[in-house]
T-cell receptor, first 112, second 114 residues
Framework: QKEVEQNSGPLSVPEGAIASLNCTYSDRGSQSFFWYRQYSGKSPELIMFIYSNGDKEDGRFTAQLNKASQYVSLLIRDSQPSDSATYLCAVKRGGSQGNLIFGKGTKLSVKP | NAGVTQTPKFQVLKTGQSMTLQCAQDMNHNSMYWYRQDPGMGLRLIYYSASEGTTDKGEVPNGYNVSRLNKREFSLRLESAAPSQTSVYFC?????????????FGEGSWLTVV
């Protein structure tokens, strides 16, 4: 089992809809969870991070974490064509293993 | 505020040539990283430096060496480039190595080995 798994997509949603991006992870010791957005030809940029079970909202973005199910998701409300990008889920282990483990990303396309 | 700066942005190498990718950050971060990104493989950690004076191997270190020159700078060297090293390389930094610290990326270096 890969450490961080994401559906590669592409996920296509109409403008104004809710886009739901999902990620599962295998290491139960993971402590921090990040969502990065990457436009084609650009570097990853941080959207949100979440540490505790439950929801965390920031504008149109909501991150959801369920440690029991080892599942983290990102909801994008009122999706815009400018949200079209690849979304990377990243998990940071605790203890001495502090580096980020990335999923392969989900490509999101928002159609006008 | 420049953040994380990488040079060069684009490079073409012949098999067997050597080169060094340079990276500098101006955020006074303690930890720095080198990742590579390949289609279908995602971002993979090559080497990292948890703090000035230390370096450690990541997931895919073979064929690379690194130097943490000072707190600001972390370079990646390819001693004898191979076509398998054709990739996009990202340098990154974070305040510390501890879990929970956000990693910030440079703009990337596109390397082609022919």
């Amino acid at each position: 089992q890969k450490e961080v798994e994401q559906n590669s997509g592409p996920l296509s949603v109409p403008e104004g809809a809710i886009a739901s991006l999902n990620c599962t992870y295998s290491d139960r010791g993971s402590q921090s969870f990040f969502w990065y957005r990457q436009y084609s030809g650009k570097s990853p940029e941080l959207i949100m991070f979440i540490y505790s079970n439950g929801d965390k909202e920031d504008g149109r973005f909501t991150a959801q974490l369920n440690k029991a199910s080892q599942y983290v998701s990102l909801l994008i409300r009122d999706s815009q064509p400018s949200d079209s990008a690849t979304y990377l889920c990243a998990v940071k282990r605790g203890g001495s293993q502090g580096n980020l483990i990335f999923g392969k990303g989900t490509k999101l396309s928002v159609k006008p | 505020n420049a953040g994380v700066t990488q040079t060069p942005k684009f490079q073409v190498l012949k098999t067997g040539q050597s080169m060094t990718l340079q990276c500098a950050q101006d955020m006074n971060h303690n930890s720095m990283y080198w990742y590579r990104q390949d289609p279908g493989m995602g971002l993979r950690l090559i080497y990292y430096s948890a703090s000035e004076g230390t370096t450690d191997k990541g997931e895919v270190p073979n064929g690379y060496n690194v130097s943490r020159l000072n707190k600001r700078e972390f370079s990646l060297r390819l001693e004898s480039a191979a076509p398998s090293q054709t990739s996009v390389y990202f340098c990154a930094s974070s305040e510390s190595w501890l879990a929970g610290n956000t990693i910030y990326f440079g703009e990337g270096s596109w390397l082609t080995v022919v």
